[in-house]
């Protein structure tokens, strides 16, 4: 294995927050889940603004109309990148990825195995599109790995989630 070097270490994110003057809080269920999916994040990722070589790095997210604010910062707080992700190429691959979810939840309960393992492949793979949607609305912008998307994908989902 080899092992991670200095620069490796400051390309990645040690905090993040939202906003919540702009993103609200919700009910326990809902903060919670919020809470697992950022420390899931900063737990393990790949992070690094476009052309930056500082880091690591602090995100702030927040909402402005029907837009995600990327607010990134070194760890010390000095702004680096603030950038804008439009919400509307994620609408159906959330709707459809809460649907599926629904269902996957309600199979566990009463269905066969086979079934209960269909949806999870389809909620996998809706996982997965959705991440390949991070990936390219920011390729300009920052530079992470497919499993640093995934952890941002449940974050934008979890961010739509009522409860």
Known sequence: MAKATHKDQAARLVSVTLDETSIGRSGPEVEHERAVAIYDLIADNKFRPAG????PYALQ??????????DVRQSDGTP??????????FRR?????FTVCD????????????????LDMGRRALHDEGSRIVI??????VDLDFDTARRLFTLITVLHWKG
């Open 52 to 55: 930056h070589d500082g880091g």
């Open 61 to 70: 997210l927040g909402m402005t109309g029907n837009r995600l604010v990327f």
């Open 80 to 89: 680096v990148i603030a950038h804008l992700l439009s919400l509307a190429p």
């Open 93 to 97: 691959i959330v709707k459809d990825y």
């Open 103 to 118: 269902s996957y939840y309600a199979a566990i309960r009463n269905a066969t195995p086979d079934r209960i393992e269909a």
């Open 136 to 141: 390219e609305r920011l390729k300009r912008k």
